[in-house]
Nanobody, 123 residues
């Protein structure tokens, strides 16, 4: 069965960095578009970054552009999210997801989700 397991979250000070990882199994990772979403308390889940199957194309939300970087290692079935210059408003649970169709920016385009990893940006 499809499994997505995120790791790497934690508490970090404003301006700091974190690298999230998502280990995938149960499907052909190397042919799948993968994304990171996040959900802050009381808010809807929102798109953060996405990457094409071969890593050639990357997509970012306006809030992530210039600070976050998505990458993947198809040999390790893992997708990463490097987050730099973190701000308190980046505090959220971060989820990786496998795209199934439709708009890559919409949660409706994803049938499989991980359990999430919590990121807290606070001094």
């Amino acid at each position: 069965q499809v499994q997505l397991v995120e790791s790497g979250g934690g508490l970090v000070q404003p301006g700091g960095s974190l690298r999230l990882s998502c280990a995938a199994s149960g499907f052909t990772f190397s042919s799948s578009f993968m994304s990171w979403f996040r959900q802050a308390p009381g808010k809807e889940r929102e798109f953060v970054a996405g990457i094409s199957w071969n890593g050639y194309n990357e997509y970012y939300s306006d809030s992530a552009k210039g600070r976050f970087s998505i990458s993947r290692d198809n040999a390790k079935n893992t997708v990463y999210l490097q987050m730099d210059s973190l701000k308190p408003e980046d505090t959220a649970v971060y989820y990786c997801a496998r795209r199934s169709g439709g708009s890559y920016r919409s949660t409706y385009g994803y049938a499989y989700w991980g359990q999430g990893t919590e990121v807290t940006v606070s001094s």
